[in-house]
């Protein structure tokens, strides 16, 4: 099984930066696809970014291209999710995730495992 714990949430005012960590354990990390999604409050989590077990093929949704970046680093067992130009309509709860797949998952039952979420907020 893989544990997965994210960091670096916060509070920015619009047009900001802030950059998640997703800090993983357990067996083959560096064989998992891995992903980030984000939930509001009465909406389903929706899929943001993810990137492939060797981190050379990434694809975002249409909202994060462009402004967010995905990368991980599989010495340290970590995902990162770097976002640039943060706008109100993306608070939410960043959750990170992963699976043993063998393209790029975008949908939430795609994904097996998942963190307990980090809270971002852009104020306008």
């Known amino acids: 099984q893989v544990q997965l714990v994210e960091s670096g949430g916060g509070l920015v005012q619009a047009g900001g930066s802030l950059r998640l960590s997703c800090a993983a354990s357990?067996?083959?990390?560096?064989?998992?696809?891995m992903g980030w999604f984000r939930q509001t409050p009465g909406k389903d989590r929706e899929f943001v970014a993810t990137?492939?077990?060797?981190?050379?093929?990434?694809y975002y949704a249409d909202s994060a291209k462009g402004r967010f970046t995905i990368s991980r680093d599989n010495a340290k067992n970590t995902v990162s999710l770097q976002m640039n130009s943060l706008k109100p309509e993306d608070t939410a709860v960043y959750y990170c995730?992963?699976?043993?797949?063998?393209?790029?998952?975008?949908?939430?039952?795609?994904?097996?495992?998942w963190g307990q979420g980090t809270q971002v907020t852009v104020s306008s």
């Open positions: 990137i492939d077990w060797i981190g050379g093929s990434t």
């Open positions: 995730t992963a699976d043993q797949a063998p393209a790029l998952p975008t949908v939430r039952y795609q994904y097996a495992y």
């Open positions: 357990g067996r083959a990390f560096s064989r998992y696809t």
